[in-house]
C-alpha cells in the first residue's frame, strides 16, 4: 500500500511531515509513505531541504496521494511539466486529498467539479476564482476526495486516509499516538467527529 505526498519546492512543512508522520504510525507489512516531488530535492518555506522519496509519476500509481500545500503552488500549477504528469491522478482507482492550496492544484486539475472543497484563507480566492465553493470548515470529502484546510488540519487528511485504507480502528491508533498527554481521548474524539460523516457507512451483515 503506497500514500504519497506530493511536495514541491517553497512547501509548508507542518502540511507534509505532520502527514508523513501520521500515516507512518501505521506498521502493517507492505504499508509505504513517500514524499513525491518533482526534482532530487526541494526546500521548504522556511529552509528545510529534503530529498526525494518518489517521483511524481509513482505517485500517479499509488494507493493514496495527499497533495501538499506551499507558498509556490500558484507557479506549479502553470508548470505544464508538472500538471502534465498530475493529470495521472485517478479518483476512480486511488484516493487523492489535498491540504490547503492543493486544493488549487486538485481544482486547476478539474477534480473538483461539483465538489466543494477546504482550503486556507490565503488560498481561498484562488480555489474561488477556479470555479469551486470553499467551505468554512477544516475537513470535506466525498467519494475518494478529501480537501483539509489550515496547517494543523493536516492530522484529519492522514486519518481519513488510514481510516479509508486500514479502518477506522487503525486510524484512531495514529491520531492516540501523536495527540498530546492529557488530551488525547478529546483530539481523538474531535478529529472522528470531522471525518466519519465522510467515511463510507460501514458494511451490514445480511442474513
Known sequence: MHIAILTFEGYNELDSLIALGV???????????????????VTSMNG????????LEEACAADAVIVGSGIATREVVEDEAIMGVLRGLDPARQLIAAQCSGALVLARLGLLHDIPACTDLTTKPWVVAAGVEV???PFYAKDNIATAGGCLASPYLA?????????????DSAL???APVGEKEEYVERA??????????PATATA
Open 159 to 171: 486519518a481519513w486516509v488510514i481510516a479509508r485504507l486500514e479502518g477506522h480502528d487503525a486510524a
Open 192 to 201: 472522528r467527529r470531522n471525518i466519519t460523516p465522510y467515511l463510507p457507512a
Open 135 to 137: 467551505l468554512n470548515q
Open 176 to 178: 492516540h499516538y501523536v
Open 48 to 55: 528545510v531541504t529534503i530529498e526525494q522519496m518518489s517521483t
Open 23 to 41: 500515516l507512518n504510525r501505521v506498521k502493517t507489512d507492505g504499508w509505504r509513505v513517500t514524499i513525491a516531488t518533482p526534482s532530487p530535492k
